[in-house]
């Protein structure tokens, strides 16, 4: 650089003044533009999974996948509340992002290179490291994902679900034969009233539809083999970088936060005392990140006012003491053994 500089003739002061320029405040960019105006930010989500998306009685809707929804409309438009929510099944998810009807696609969706490459569409950050596993009835006997040579299963089209059973069904030449149901309420009736031996999605969401469907949950077990990858994670719409930056950053941001523990209860506190430089950039007391992205210094104040950390959220949703009660696993920080590692927020 350096070497160049001198060829053209520019000096150490033009090319500080270059490298500032890289650092200039970001335009909000069109996602955003249109979320400010209309005062919303629109989230597609589950139509009911338990953990991840799911609506109560009220309309109320709670869930991993919700908050993140929350955090970002917190970060972007200063208000959790300010998001509408747009229940969607598997195959209505991508085209409902791609048409613009849904500004991100917070759907317990697996990150996979078709995916990224060929619908138009950006992967964001995973906000939930799952696998590919089956429940069966405790009465069946079946220990074993290998027991299961001839006989039905129970999946969901248009997912990489479905191609995953295929795969591991010819893999271990167990002539498998999936029953295919295009909504999700239609598998799991299916599979309560004994039309499959076997139901087959990732493992969260075995038990979140094992806690909130089954008459007794203690009557089907979740087998102990995990037949794939699925890292979850929002996804946004292709051409707007920057609506792809705040999505990615706010997950980032709140991975950063239990780290550093930040939490929804002492967010505010530290504002005011905290010395750690990692916490006073997080929250804006020493630099303003925000501008970077189009938002102001408090964009992740707010953030984990809205949600608490990403602890926090896993806790609540679908930890070891929520109705779920699942482990953290390598859902726990990198420095805890698991595989959430934020990129630094500076």
Known sequence: MLELAKKHGLTALTLAGLTLAFALPAHAGKTLDAIKSRGQVVCGVNTGLAGFAAADSSGNWSGIDVDVCKAVAAATLGDATKVKYVPLNAQQRFTALQSGEIDVLSRNTTFSLTRDASLGLHQTAVTYYDGQGF????????????QLKGQTVCVQ???TTEKNLTDFSRANQ???????FEKLEAANSAYFSGRCIAYTTDASGLASIRNKEAKNPAEHVILPELISKEPLGPMVRRGDDEW????????YGLLEAEEYGVTQANVDQLKTSTTDPVVQRLLGTTEDTGKL????KEWMV?????????????ERNVGPKSALGLPRGVNSLWNKGGLMYAYPIR
């Open 293 to 296: 992205l189009g938002l102001d």
């Open 302 to 314: 707010r953030a984990v006012k809205a949600t608490g950390n990403y602890g926090e959220m896993f």
């Open 174 to 180: 167990l002539n498998i034969k999936p029953v295919v």
């Open 135 to 146: 429940m069966v009835p405790v009465k069946s006997k079946i220990k074993s994902a290998k």
């Open 157 to 159: 089209s248009g997912t």
């Open 244 to 251: 792809f930056a705040i999505v990615k950053w706010v997950i």
